[in-house]
Nanobody, 127 residues
Framework: QVQLVESGGGLVQAGGSLRLSCAASGRGFTSYVVGWFRQAPGKEREFVATDSIWSGSSTRYADAVKGRFTISRDNAKSAVYLQMNSLKPEDTAVYSC???????????????????WGQGTQVTVSS
């Protein structure tokens, strides 16, 4: 069973950058699609990014983060990263990574479809 652990969150000023890591333990990581989601206080969880090879540029990232966030994977390290640049106060949230066997396009945006989740890491962007 694969387990996911996020790290890299913290407090940053608007315009700054952070890189989140999602480290996986257990077998089978390379066969999973990983997604990043976030949830701000009082708001519903929302999709941020997916590394699905079946998702094109139009669906790989949420519109709110396109051009600022980049998702990448290092299978040798069993890790997926979320590089976040030009951060805004509205990016403040708990960020979680999740894994699914398969998804494509907008199908990767539904967190309810993912069966493995990390515990989340807090990102706070000050104005």
């Amino acid at each position: 069973q694969v387990q996911l652990v996020e790290s890299g969150g913290g407090l940053v000023q608007a315009g700054g950058s952070l890189r989140l890591s999602c480290a996986a333990s257990g077998r089978g990581f390379t066969s999973y699609v990983v997604g990043w989601f976030r949830q701000a206080p009082g708001k519903e969880r929302e999709f941020v990014a997916t590394d699905s090879i079946w998702s094109g540029s139009s669906t790989r990232y949420a519109d709110a983060v396109k051009g600022r966030f980049t998702i990448s994977r290092d299978n040798a390290k069993s890790a997926v990263y979320l590089q976040m640049n030009s951060l805004k106060p509205e990016d403040t949230a708990v960020y979680s990574c999740a894994a699914i066997n398969y998804c494509s396009g907008s199908g990767c945006h539904d967190g309810a479809k993912y069966h493995l989740w990390g515990q989340g890491t807090q990102v706070t962007v000050s104005s």
